[in-house]
C-alpha cells in the first residue's frame, strides 16, 4: 500500500510538472467549452422559438444541455486518455528506469495501481476543470444535479477502463508515440463497435456492441446506474490491470 | 555472501550465459571481467532479480532470486549501465522516492537521505533537476541510489563507463570505500579498473566463465616464467652490448635474453627464466663480478590485459562457434 502510494506520488508529480497536464486540461476545457456554449445556445433558442410558437412546453436542462454534453466529454476523452497513459510505461523502458522499479522490493501489482491510479486521478481532474460550465447552469438555472453526479460517474469508468488498457499498450513499446497511437486506435475501435448493432441483429453483432465503451456510458448520461454498465466498466478495468500486470511480467521472460 | 550455480541464460536464439558457478564472499568487492556482450549484464540482471535464469541457481544471502525474490531486493542495492534515474525529478527529491521504494521506515528517511549526498558528494547539487546534470553527477546519483538503503550487496554494470579520467578516480575509491560493510560486484571491460579495485576477479566470456580467483593469483598463475628488465651501464669505456649479451644468457635458470635499447653507455635487456626458477639475484652477481653497474633490475608484471588475452583466445579457439547457437 505504501509502495503504491510511493509511485502514485511520483507519477502525479510528474504529470503536473510537464506541461502534458495544463495542455490536456486547456484541450479538453476549450472542446468542452465549445459544446457547452453550442448546446445551451441551442436549449436557448428552442426555448424561445417554443414560447414564441405558443407552445410553452417546460424543457428539461439536463436532457438538452447535461446529458448531449456528458455523451460528448465521453467521446473527447478518447482522444486524451492516449496522451496520458502512453508514457506510463514507455518512459520508464526508454530511461531504463524500470530496472530501478523492478529491482526495488515492489510488487509489479504496487507499481501498476500506484501508475493507473495516478492516470485516473489526472483525467478526472481534466474532466472537473471542464466541470466548470455545467457549474454555470447551477447559477441560472435549476438542473437536477443527482444525474449530473451519475454522469460524471460514468465518465471517470469509463476512463478507467480506457486507462487500464493505455496502460498495458504502454508496458509493450519503449516508443511513447507507438503506445499513444496504438491506445488511440483501440480507443476508437471501442468506440465504433456499437455501430455494428446498427447492421445487423446477429448475436454476434450484439456482443460486437455490447463491447463498446460508449454504449455502456449512454445510460450514466442519463443518470441511470445500471449495475450491468458497472459491471462492465470495472471487469474491463480488472481485464486491463490484469494484461498490464501479464506484460509486465513477461518483459522479465523476454527482456 | 552470492551463490550462483549452473546458471543459464537463454534468449529466442541466443544463449547469453552459459551454465556458469561462482561464489562472492561477504565484504569481498569482486570484478566481473568480460568483454562486451560477454554476458555480464545478464548475469547482473538474474541476481538483482530484473529477470529469471532459464537454468540453474543464484542466491543472494542466502535468499534464492526465483523463490524469495522480495528478500533479495531488500538486501541489494544496483546500479544499471544507465543510471536509473528521472530527469524531471530534483536530486533529493529522487533520492527521497528511491528510499521509500526501498523501504525505508519514515523517520530514518532524511537522515539516510543526507548521508548518500555527502557520501557520494552530490550536495551541490541537491536540488537541481536530474536532467539539468553532467553525466558524472549523474553516474554518483545513480550510486547514491543503490547505497540510500545500506544494501549488504551492491551490484554495479559499468559504473565507471563514460566518465572523465578524474571522475573515473573519484568513483573507483568512492566504489573502494563502500568495501567492507558491503559486498561488491562491478562488471567492467577496463582491465586496469579491476587491477586497482577489487580483490577477485571472474572473467567471463561469450556467456562462459573463463576463469575466477584472485587478481594476485591470477596474475602468478598465467606468470608460470618469471620476466625482468635490466639496464647495464659499461664503468669504463664502452662495453659492447653483444658481450653483455652473451655473459646474462650464461647465468642458470635463464631462457632467453632480448637487447631491448642501448643508449650510449646504457644497455637494456629484458630476460626471461625458465619455468619457476628466481634468477634475479645470480644476474645481479653475474653484472656486477664481471664489472659493470647495474643500473636496474626489475620484474616486469604481466598485465591483467594480457592474461585475458590469454583466455579469452584460448576459449576462442577450444569452441569457435562461440556463445551464440541456435
Known amino acids: 500500500?505504501?509502495?503504491?502510494?510511493?509511485?502514485?506520488?511520483?507519477?502525479?508529480?510528474?504529470?503536473?510538472?510537464?506541461?502534458?497536464?495544463?495542455?490536456?486540461?486547456?484541450?479538453?476545457?476549450?472542446?468542452?467549452?465549445?459544446?457547452?456554449?453550442?448546446?445551451?445556445?441551442?436549449?436557448?433558442?428552442?426555448?424561445?422559438?417554443?414560447?414564441?410558437?405558443?407552445?410553452?412546453?417546460?424543457?428539461?436542462?439536463?436532457?438538452?444541455?447535461?446529458?448531449?454534453?456528458?455523451?460528448?466529454?465521453?467521446?473527447?476523452?478518447?482522444?486524451?486518455?492516449?496522451?496520458?497513459?502512453?508514457?506510463?510505461?514507455?518512459?520508464?523502458?526508454?530511461?531504463?528506469?524500470?530496472?530501478?522499479?523492478?529491482?526495488?522490493?515492489?510488487?509489479?501489482?504496487?507499481?501498476?495501481?500506484?501508475?493507473?491510479?495516478?492516470?485516473?486521478?489526472?483525467?478526472?481532474?481534466?474532466?472537473?476543470?471542464?466541470?466548470?460550465?455545467?457549474?454555470?447552469?447551477?447559477?441560472?438555472?435549476?438542473?437536477?444535479?443527482?444525474?449530473?453526479?451519475?454522469?460524471?460517474?460514468?465518465?471517470?469508468?469509463?476512463?478507467?477502463?480506457?486507462l487500464a488498457i493505455g496502460a498495458f499498450i504502454s508496458t509493450t513499446t519503449r516508443n511513447q508515440i507507438i503506445a499513444g497511437t496504438a491506445t488511440f486506435a483501440i480507443c476508437l475501435l471501442l468506440w465504433v463497435l456499437d455501430w455494428a448493432s446498427s447492421y445487423g441483429t446477429t448475436s454476434a453483432a450484439k456482443v460486437i456492441a455490447y463491447l463498446s465503451v460508449v454504449t455502456h456510458f449512454e445510460p450514466f448520461a442519463k443518470g441511470v446506474i445500471d449495475s450491468k454498465d458497472v459491471i462492465f466498466y470495472l471487469s474491463m478495468i480488472f481485464f486491463g490491470l490484469f494484461l498490464t500486470s501479464r506484460s509486465m511480467e513477461s518483459l522479465r521472460w523476454r527482456a | 555472501m552470492i551463490n550462483v550455480e549452473g546458471l543459464t541464460k537463454r534468449y529466442a536464439r541466443t544463449i547469453a550465459v552459459d551454465n556458469i558457478s561462482f561464489e562472492v564472499q561477504k565484504g569481498q568487492i569482486v570484478g566481473f571481467l568480460g568483454p562486451n556482450g560477454a554476458g555480464k549484464t545478464t548475469t547482473m540482471r538474474v541476481l538483482t532479480c530484473f529477470m529469471p535464469p532459464t537454468a540453474g541457481k543464484a542466491s543472494v544471502a542466502g535468499f534464492d532470486v526465483l523463490e524469495q525474490p522480495m528478500e533479495v531486493k531488500k538486501r541489494i542495492g544496483y546500479l544499471p549501465e544507465l543510471p536509473p534515474v528521472y530527469g524531471d525529478m530534483e536530486v533529493i527529491e529522487y533520492l527521497r522516492f528511491v528510499g521509500r521504494l526501498k523501504g525505508i521506515p519514515k523517520a530514518d528517511l532524511k537522515r539516510r537521505v543526507d548521508e548518500v549526498i555527502e557520501r557520494c558528494a552530490v550536495g551541490e547539487v541537491r536540488t537541481r533537476l536530474i536532467s539539468k546534470l553532467?553525466?558524472?553527477?549523474?553516474?554518483?546519483?545513480?550510486?547514491?541510489?543503490?547505497?540510500?538503503?545500506?544494501?549488504?550487496?551492491?551490484?554495479?554494470?559499468?559504473?565507471?563507463?563514460?566518465?572523465?579520467?578524474?571522475?573515473?578516480?573519484?568513483?573507483?575509491?568512492?566504489?573502494?570505500?563502500?568495501?567492507?560493510?558491503?559486498?561488491?560486484?562491478?562488471?567492467?571491460h577496463i582491465l586496469p579498473e579491476v587491477e586497482q579495485t577489487c580483490e577477485q576477479v571472474?572473467?567471463?566470456?561469450?556467456?562462459?566463465?573463463?576463469?575466477?580467483?584472485?587478481?594476485?593469483?591470477?596474475?602468478?598463475?598465467?606468470?608460470?616464467?618469471?620476466?625482468?628488465?635490466?639496464?647495464?651501464?659499461?664503468?669504463?669505456?664502452?662495453?659492447?652490448?653483444?658481450?653483455?649479451?652473451?655473459?646474462?644468457?650464461?647465468?642458470p635458470g635463464v631462457s632467453r635474453v632480448l637487447a631491448k635499447e642501448s643508449r650510449g653507455q646504457r644497455h637494456i635487456f629484458e630476460i626471461e627464466s625458465l619455468q619457476g626458477r628466481a634468477i634475479r639475484p645470480d644476474l645481479a652477481r653475474a653484472v656486477v663480478e664481471s664489472g659493470w653497474n647495474l643500473n636496474e633490475l626489475r620484474p616486469v608484471a604481466v598485465s591483467l590485459e594480457e592474461i585475458f588475452l590469454q583466455l579469452t583466445a584460448s576459449d576462442e579457439a577450444a569452441t569457435p562457434a562461440g556463445g551464440v547457437k541456435q
Do not use: C
Open chain 2, 202 to 251: 571472474i572473467i567471463i566470456s561469450r556467456g562462459k566463465l573463463v576463469a575466477t580467483d584472485s587478481v594476485h593469483n591470477l596474475t602468478n598463475r598465467l606468470r608460470g616464467s618469471e620476466a625482468v628488465a635490466v639496464e647495464v651501464e659499461g664503468r669504463d669505456g664502452a662495453v659492447n652490448s653483444a658481450v653483455i649479451l652473451q655473459r646474462l644468457e650464461k647465468v
Open chain 2, 134 to 188: 553532467s553525466k558524472g553527477y549523474r553516474q554518483r546519483v545513480g550510486l547514491s541510489q543503490a547505497i540510500i538503503h545500506n544494501p549488504d550487496v551492491l551490484i554495479l554494470d559499468e559504473p565507471t563507463a563514460g566518465l572523465d579520467p578524474k571522475q573515473i578516480i573519484e568513483t573507483r575509491s568512492l566504489i573502494k570505500s563502500l568495501a567492507g560493510d558491503h559486498t561488491i560486484i562491478l562488471s567492467t
Open chain 1, 1 to 162: 500500500m505504501r509502495n503504491t502510494v510511493t509511485i502514485f506520488q511520483k507519477e502525479i508529480k510528474s504529470y503536473f510538472a510537464s506541461p502534458i497536464a495544463y495542455g490536456l486540461m486547456a484541450f479538453f476545457a476549450l472542446i468542452s467549452g465549445y459544446f457547452f456554449f453550442a448546446f445551451t445556445a441551442n436549449f436557448v433558442e428552442r426555448g424561445i422559438r417554443m414560447q414564441m410558437m405558443g407552445r410553452g412546453m417546460p424543457m428539461d436542462v439536463n436532457e438538452w444541455v447535461i446529458r448531449p454534453m456528458l455523451m460528448n466529454m465521453s467521446v473527447v476523452g478518447l482522444f486524451v486518455i492516449p496522451m496520458i497513459t502512453m508514457r506510463l510505461f514507455a518512459e520508464e523502458k526508454r530511461l531504463g528506469t524500470i530496472e530501478l522499479l523492478a529491482t526495488s522490493p515492489v510488487r509489479d501489482l504496487e507499481i501498476i495501481l500506484g501508475k493507473w491510479l495516478a492516470a485516473l486521478v489526472m483525467y478526472s481532474a481534466i474532466l472537473a476543470l471542464a466541470g466548470i460550465n455545467t457549474a454555470l447552469l447551477f447559477l441560472y438555472g435549476n438542473p437536477d444535479w443527482k444525474p449530473l453526479l451519475v454522469g460524471y460517474l460514468g465518465l471517470v469508468l469509463q476512463g478507467g477502463t480506457l
